[in-house]
DNA sequence: CGGTACGTTCAATACAGACTGAACGAATTG
DNA sequence: CAATTCGTTCAGTCTGTATTGAACGTACCG
């Protein structure tokens, strides 16, 4: 049987990998969720029992895509990794921009449709144009979410 | 060099591709919504230059997530397959469903945590709301798109 | 009834990509 | 300056899964 916090993050896990990402990112942004401060390449090795590369390579990622902060800690050697106040926020943006790439590769194919295709053309503006207002209402409600936010409230205290 | 078709067929595949379904599945959609009428398994196989087993496989995956509907076709052996009106008010749904999931399969997890991990606790429980109301925006989302499709203009003529 | 065309299923294969472990450079330490 | 201790990178392996091709059941047809 499990702890409660090992659960979590065997299912942040399979979240990652439904996503397409790979599922060890899933598990470190789970650990640093529920360890809630900076946590070391080293520590995430032992905790998670991955190999050294993997936590580098997926901690980088996790960075590259906003989910986690690298904190360069004073007198330490080490790189220390948390997760950011609102992981969510960034899936959000995450979400959004994936929408707009969309959009505009579609929008890009769809001009090079002959004019005897015009109605085909058609249905493919029409799918590029949700995809882009799909992300727009996404960046909209992320700024709401933002500004509901109580600013006092900072979940990550100890650091 | 290919056609707009073509082009827009492929980088459907690469969509679904992205987002962790098979890449046939992205390249039937697309063909679907070019065609812009119903057309049968034999026809996949051979625009798209796929096995009938991956063709069936894949166009019943559709069906199942509600992109694509399949027509009995009048004096036809034959079944149609057609995307749906707007398969982009679908994948809201689908969306919105994966984030219900995981709200619940958090919350579920978060009340095993133990009295000593109550601040860790309060983050994943954090997490879960967030994923609740995602989904819970996402539904009203596309209710409103509904509502704003223009009834008289439907873009699916030929069938 | 054979014969044909269809959709589904499943074992076998092919393939993509996650993961590892070792090698490397850089920075620190004694 | 040797010896650690980092983080990164990359070739190689491994695992999951997409895809195939053939077999099967069914319905229609002559």
């Known amino acids: 049987m499990s702890s409660a916090r090992e659960l979590f993050i065997e299912q942040m896990g399979l979240f990652s990998q439904t996503e397409g990402a790979p599922r060890i990112a899933g598990q470190i942004l789970g650990y640093l969720i529920v360890e809630g401060a900076p946590r070391t390449l080293t520590q995430m090795t032992q905790a998670l029992k991955i190999s050294k590369g993997s936590a580098s390579t997926n901690a980088r990622l996790l960075e590259q895509r906003g989910l986690v902060h690298r904190v360069s800690a004073l007198g330490q050697r080490q790189d220390g990794f948390a997760a950011v106040d609102e992981p969510g926020l960034h899936t959000l943006s995450i979400m959004a921009e994936r929408f707009r790439a969309s959009a505009d590769a ?54």
Do not use: M
Not at 123 to 143: C, I, K, T, Y
């Open 106 to 159: 579609i929008e890009t194919i769809a001009v090079d449709f002959p004019d005897d295709e015009a109605a085909a053309r058609g249905r493919v503006e029409n799918l590029a144009r949700f995809h882009r207002e799909s992300a727009q209402f996404l960046d909209e409600w992320r700024a709401r979410l933002c500004g509901r936010r109580k600013p006092a409230h900072n979940i990550y205290k100890e650091e």
